[in-house]
T-cell receptor
Framework: QKEVEQDPGPLSVPEGAIVSLNCTYS??????FMWYRQYSRKGPELLMY????GNKEDGRFTAQVDKSSKYISLFIRDSQPSDSATYLC???????????FGKGTTLSVSS | DAGITQSPRYKITETGRQVTLMCHQT?????MFWYRQDLGHGLRLIYY???????DKGEVPDGYVVSRSKTENFPLTLESATRSQTSVYFC???????????FGNGTRLTVT
């Protein structure tokens, strides 16, 4: 079992929809969580960075961490065609030496 | 603000050849990483470095060699390339152990 699990999708939504992307993790020692966005033939770029439980909002994006259920989520409000990309969740490993990534969810937003 | 650059962007090589992928960062970040990205596996850590002259293995280190003589450079060498090493390779850096990683745009390597 991979330490960070993510539904690969693909996920297709119309423009303006609210998108929910989800991951689960297995190690309760994980404390730092990140969401990355990756466009085709580009490197992943950081979207959100959260520590421990709770919500963090940045514009149309909200990251949520529920440590009791080992669940992390990314919500995108008013989705745009430019949001079409692969979204990767990640957790800093227990030793604090590297990021462990989910396999990514591919999102397509149609206009 | 050059950030992190990888070279080459694309590389085709033959089985058994040695190939080196280059990575350079301008932020003076302590940590640097090499990941490979494959369909069905996502991003997997090959090697990482906490500082110059300090390197350690990740999840999939076999067949790869790294060095870090200077803080800003972290080359990855495939000593004898195999077809299973066909992949997209990403270099990343971070300020410290719990900070976000910043990625380069990758090297797409094909081993024939």
């Amino acid at each position: 079992q991979k330490e960070v699990e993510q539904d690969p999708g693909p996920l297709s939504v119309p423009e303006g929809a609210i998108v929910s992307l989800n991951c689960t993790y297995s190690n309760s020692a994980f404390q730092y969580f990140m969401w990355y966005r990756q466009y085709s033939r580009k490197g992943p770029e950081l979207l959100m960075y959260t520590y421990s439980s709770g919500n963090k909002e940045d514009g149309r994006f909200t990251a949520q961490v529920d440590k009791s259920s080992k669940y992390i989520s990314l919500f995108i409000r008013d989705s745009q065609p430019s949001d079409s990309a692969t979204y990767l969740c990640a957790a800093v490993n227990e030793a604090g030496t590297a990021l462990i990534f989910g396999k990514g969810t591919t999102l397509s937003v149609s206009s | 603000d050059a950030g992190i650059t990888q070279s080459p962007r694309y590389k085709i090589t033959e089985t058994g050849r040695q190939v080196t992928l280059m990575c350079h960062q301008t932020w003076s970040h302590s940590y640097m990483f090499w990941y490979r990205q494959d369909l069905g596996h996502g991003l997997r850590l090959i090697y990482y470095s906490a500082a110059a002259d300090i390197t350690d293995k990740g999840e999939v280190p076999d067949g790869y060699v790294v060095s870090r003589s200077k803080t800003e450079n972290f080359p990855l060498t495939l000593e004898s390339a195999t077809r299973s090493q066909t992949s997209v390779y990403f270099c990343a850096s971070s300020r410290d152990r719990n900070s976000p990683l910043h990625f380069g745009n990758g090297t797409r390597l094909t081993v024939t």
